[in-house]
């Protein structure tokens, strides 16, 4: 992408001999071109403009030779008589390119570090490498790369022709040099971010990096902005964002599978960071729609479509209707007036609900007779069962000493059991050799490595 640009120099010289002309500036306004030039001045330039306005005249002429056009803009302080202070200009350079900045938005902002005093330059330096914004310092050397040390007996005109620049064959020698150094404020705020990214803390990164948002790449944002919508399950904006990144963000792609997938991801997450309190309420919802794929994936069966009707005002709300199962699977129905204590009536489709029917065909002789998975998702509903209701009437954190005197197993051998059981219901995405459960670690790693880039 091609930016316009502008130039900062300063010109506050103690010695009016030398290099009074500026040549480091013009040497830049000669091969950068800048749209415009922001000339900062103390007293004793502000006098020496004043008598012949050399750096306007010079600078006209520079535009002039090389046929364009450039704004020059006088930043005149002429209360400052001691250019040899650092702490004087830091501030008030800062103050400038912040200015310069905001009136020249999307501009490269060219700072001039080979005029006005050492500590001028010193100052200018630190700015470029600690600004909130892209500040490119460039040096300049002298024509014969030895100090300069102008005329005694300066004029105007004279100084104009003897310029070397203006030289047809030295004139061509670009003696500019872009400094390389990296903005540390972005480097410092680039590491802050770094680590909330490992901890899956997308919205932290995205605030520590907004106020030097212009150092970081564009697909970088787009990223970190779809892996907040992934972690919060709002899926169809994390893939809009991947696709304005040129990233693939989801290894299993289909509608409910893809859902649940990352649904346990998530989980996978909460019991890794210890938030054992969101884990364990998502247990319930990941178990219910775990076992409604694997009954239509494994067993043919339409759990919603077949037994089940919308309640009320509640359009994802599902209740399992005995009619229904007597309707479609008499036989069925008959196992549930088994398995409930004064028969089956109408209930709320959960974990629960769902497992009587995995029981059914999982069982010998069944649609998908399997004891592995039988007795998976029986201790499955039986840990959410023993685990759900102190968490859901109690204020009190869940830790994992509790998890397991509760349940008899560790809440990451809960998430073992789920990643397999999805698995079994969907093979078709574990016949490669990459770790699909990985999928947040290798997102990060992405990101990361396009901060670095």
Request: glycine share 2%; proline share 5%; aromatic share 10%.
């Amino acid at each position: 992408m091609s930016y316009a640009k502008v130039s900062f120099s300063t010109l506050g010289m103690t010695d009016p001999i030398k290099n009074d002309y500026d040549g480091p500036l013009l040497h830049i306004m000669r091969h950068y071109k800048p749209q415009k030039v922001y000339l900062f001045m103390t007293k004793r330039v502000c006098e020496l403009a004043d008598q012949n306005d050399r750096y306007r005249v010079h600078a006209m002429e520079l535009c002039k030779k090389e046929s364009y056009d450039c704004e020059i803009i006088e930043l005149r302080y002429e209360e400052i008589d001691n250019p040899q202070q650092f702490d004087i200009f830091y501030p008030v350079f800062e103050k400038e390119l912040i200015d310069i900045h905001n009136a020249n938005p999307g501009c490269e902002i060219l700072i001039n570090l080979s005029s006005g005093t050492p500590q001028m330059k010193s100052a200018c330096h630190l700015l470029a490498l600690t600004t909130p914004f892209p500040v490119i310092p460039i040096q300049v050397t002298t024509p014969n790369e030895s100090e300069n040390y102008g005329s005694a007996n300066y004029d105007l005109e004279t100084s104009w022709k003897n310029n070397l620049d203006n030289d047809p064959e030295l004139g061509t020698n670009n003696r500019t040099q872009l400094v390389e150094s990296d903005n540390l404020r972005y480097l410092f705020l680039r590491e802050a971010a770094i680590s909330n990214i490992n901890a899956f803390n997308y919205s932290s990164a995205l605030a520590i990096l907004a106020s030097v948002a212009e150092f970081v790449p564009e697909d970088v944002i787009h990223l970190l902005m779809a892996a907040q919508h992934r972690k919060n399950m709002d899926l169809r904006e994390a893939k809009k964002r991947s696709r304005l990144a040129n990233y693939d963000l989801f290894p299993v792609k289909s509608g409910d599978a893809q859902e649940l997938f990352e649904y346990l991801l998530l989980l996978d997450l909460q019991q890794n960071s210890g938030q054992l309190m969101d884990f364990v309420r998502g247990i319930s919802p990941a178990l219910s729609r775990l076992f409604e794929c694997f009954l239509r994936e494994k067993c043919q069966r339409q759990v919603k479509l077949d037994y089940c009707v919308n309640k009320r005002h509640e359009p994802d709300h599902y209740w399992l209707k005995r009619d229904k199962l007597a309707e479609k699977d008499p036989s069925l129905l008959c196992y549930y007036d088994l398995r409930f204590p004064n028969g089956f009536r109408d209930s709320d489709l959960s974990c629960s609900t769902l497992l009587p029917m995995i029981e059914f065909d999982c069982r010998p002789g069944g649609r998908f007779p399997n004891e592995k998975v039988l007795l998976k998702a029986q201790y499955m509903r039986s840990v959410e069962e023993k685990i759900r209701n102190p968490a859901a009437h109690n204020i009190v954190a869940v830790k994992e000493k509790q998890f397991m005197q509760l349940v008899g197993i560790s809440s990451a051998s809960l998430v073992k059991d789920m990643q397999w059981m999805f698995k079994i219901t969907y093979p078709q995405y574990f016949n490669t050799l990459e770790n699909v459960w990985n999928s947040y670690n290798r997102m990060n790693e992405y990101i990361i490595s396009r901060l670095k880039a």
